[in-house]
């Protein structure tokens, strides 16, 4: 019964913002970091942010640097990406998981993953 299910993801124009949720259920997030990956179609799956499990240490790739967050609520179980100053070339399909003392961009390295959730950014 271990899951993570991400929620948040619709249709929104270049420019805008959208908030990703990333809850678990089954166990607890606090002693993993926690990945966000994306997978846009004909392309292969790419690390977009990392919060790793013993200090907070957040990463970013650089095409979105500056412009997401991530973060996490333990007392929620949850994590989230703020995505700000969107453009056409983040629509893909958003996954989280997460990975035992490890924040790479390593996929074989994160244990569960959640089923994603569709970002399309267009006019």
């Known amino acids: 019964q271990v899951q993570l299910v991400e929620s948040g993801g619709g249709l929104v124009q270049p420019g805008g913002s959208l908030r990703l949720s990333c809850a678990a259920s089954?166990?607890?997030?606090?002693?993993?970091?926690i990945g966000w990956f994306r997978q846009a179609p004909g392309k292969e799956r790419e690390g977009v942010s990392c919060?790793?499990?013993?200090?907070?240490?957040?990463y970013y790739a650089t095409s979105v640097k500056g412009r997401f967050t991530i973060s996490r609520d333990n007392a929620k179980n949850t994590a989230y990406l703020q995505m700000n100053s969107l453009k056409p070339e983040d629509t893909a399909v958003y996954y989280c998981a997460t990975a035992r003392d490890y924040c790479g961009s390593n996929l074989y390295k994160y244990r569960v993953w959640g089923r994603g959730t569709q970002v399309t950014v267009s006019s």
């Open positions: 919060i790793s499990g013993s200090n907070g240490t957040t």
């Open positions: 089954g166990f607890t997030l606090d002693d993993y970091a």
